[in-house]
C-alpha cells in the first residue's frame, strides 16, 4: 500500500512540483516572519472593514499554504539527506537506529521540523511546535470565504489556481501521515482534495485515484477499529469508481472485502450481481458470486444463476467448475452425479485447472470410502463383497485425477498436502506400498 501511494502519487503531484533550476537561488519561508504575517492577517479578518474584503481572506489563504510549506519547501520524497542539507544547512542533532529489519533509520533534528530517513532517502517529516496543526484546511476555508465575498468573481482565477496548488500539497500530506501511521489525518488530507474537486471551480473534477486511496484507508482503518461506517464509507468511495468503470471488476471485489467484514454477506452479493451484469465473462467475478451463494447457503439460486452463465457463456471451464461446486453443496444423492459431469466438462475445456481434478478425485474418494464403510457394517456377505467391489472403483477412479491434480498444482501448498494424503489413504487401503511410500515421501517435503 505504501510503495503503491509513494509510487503513483509522488510520481505525478509531487517531483513535479520540486523540479527547478539547481543555479537558481533559493529563498526559504522564515518561520518567525510567517507567524507575524499570519497573526495581522487574522487580526485582518476580525476587522469589520477588512474582514468584509475578498482580498484579506485570499491573502490569509495563501499565508496558511505557506504555513504549510515551512521546513518542507525544497523537500521531496526519496532525497538524500546530503540534499536535504544542501538547502537547509547542518541539522541541530542526528538520530540513529537500527531497524529490525536491517534498515538504517537516521532522524535529522531542526528547529522547527524532524526529517526521517531510511537506508538514505527520505520517508517522512515531523513538524515540531507548527504555527497551526492543519494549515491547509485553513487554507480551503479561506478561500471558499474569498470566493463568498468576491460577488463578482474577479478573484476565481487567482483562487483556482491557489486550489490545485492546495491539492498538491495535501496529495503531499497525506503521503507523509500515511507514513506515520496516521491514517485518520491521511485520509482527511485526500478527502480535502475531493471536497475541491466538488466545487463549482473545477466542475466536479474526478481524480479517480483520490478517491480509490481514500476507500484503501477508510478501510484500513475500519479494520483497525472495527468501524463499519468506514467499510460502509470505503464502499461509497468504490462505487463511485465502478459507476465510471474504473478499476474493472476488481473495484467490485473490493466492495465485496468491505461488506463480508461487516458481515453483510447480501450487500455482498447484490454487488457482486452488479459486477457480474457488467463483467459477464470474468472468472473472478462469477467465482465470487458462486462462493457468496455457498455461504449463503442458497444453493438453489446459486444452481439457477450458473445455469444463467453458463447459457450465456457455455465456453468458460471454471463456470462449469463452480457449478460442480454449487451442486455438491445439495443433500439430494443424484446431485453428485451432476457435479461429477460439470467436472468433467470444466476438465474437458481446459485440462489444466488442477482444481478440477482435485475437487474430482476427492468426490470419488468420499463414496469410495462411503462403500467401504458401508461393506464393514454389512452381514450379508454377498452385498459385503459388493459393495468392497464399488469402494475399489470408487478408488480407482479417484488415483489419476488426484495424481493429475498434484502433478498440475505448483500455486498452492496446502491443497497439494491435502492431495496427497488422500492418495496415501487410497494406497494404504489398496495395499499399494510403493505409491504408498512415494507420497509419503512426498507429503514429508512439503
Known sequence: MRKLITLVIIATAVIG???????????????????KKVDKVNEDIQDPKKGAKAITWLKRGELYQD??????????????????????????????????DGSLKETYIYENTKYVFVNGSLQSWEKINPIHENPLRVAIDSYVKARDLDTKGSL??????????????????GVNKYYTDDYEGALASFEDVLEINNMDL???????????????????????????????KAIEYYQQLAD??????????????????????LGALECLKEAYQKYPDTVNVIANVANTYIEL?????????????????????????????????????????????????????????????????????????????????????ATRERLMELGKEKYTA?????????????????????????????????????????????????
Do not use: C
Request: proline share 3%; no cysteine; aromatic share 12%.
Open 17 to 35: 512540483m520540486y523540479a527547478q533550476d539547481m543555479g537558481t537561488t533559493v529563498v526559504l519561508l522564515n518561520p518567525t516572519t510567517v507567524k
Open 67 to 100: 504555513v504549510f510549506n515551512i521546513g518542507v519547501e525544497q523537500v521531496s520524497e526519496g532525497m538524500d539527506s546530503h540534499m536535504l542539507t544542501l538547502f537547509y544547512k547542518d541539522p541541530t542533532s542526528i538520530e540513529t537506529e537500527n531497524m529490525e
Open 156 to 173: 476565481d482565477s487567482k483562487i483556482k489556481d491557489n486550489l490545485i496548488e492546495v491539492k498538491s500539497l495535501l496529495k503531499r500530506d
Open 202 to 232: 473545477f466542475a466536479g473534477e474526478m481524480d479517480t485515484l483520490m478517491i480509490q486511496y481514500s476507500g484503501i484507508i477508510a478501510r484500513e482503518i475500519a479494520g483497525k477499529t472495527s468501524d463499519n461506517e468506514l467499510y460502509k
Open 244 to 265: 465510471v468503470d474504473f478499476g474493472g471488476p476488481n473495484t467490485y471485489l473490493q466492495m465485496k472485502l468491505d461488506y463480508m467484514a461487516m458481515g453483510d454477506t
Open 297 to 381: 447457503k442458497q444453493i438453489d439460486e446459486g444452481i439457477a444463476f450458473m445455469e444463467s452463465v453458463i447459457a450465456n457463456n457455455p465456453n468458460i471451464p471454471e463456470s462449469y467448475y463452480w457449478q460442480g461446486r454449487m451442486m455438491i453443496n445439495k443433500e439430494d444423492v443424484e446431485y453428485i452425479d451432476k457435479a461429477i459431469a460439470s467436472y468433467n466438462k470444466a476438465g474437458e475445456l481446459d485440462p489444466s485447472i488442477y482444481y478440477v481434478w482435485y475437487d474430482l478425485g476427492y468426490i470419488y474418494y468420499l463414496q469410495g470410502a462411503d462403500f467401504y464403510d458401508r461393506s464393514n457394517e454389512e452381514k450379508d456377505d
Open 398 to 446: 479417484a488415483i489419476p485425477v488426484l495424481e493429475k491434480a498434484y502433478k498440475l498444482n505448483d500455486e498452492n501448498a496446502t491443497v497439494s498436502y491435502e492431495t496427497l494424503d488422500l492418495l496415501q489413504r487410497i494406497y494404504y487401503k489398496e495395499q499399494m506400498t510403493d505409491e504408498y511410500e512415494r507420497v509419503k515421501d512426498l507429503k514429508a517435503t512439503l
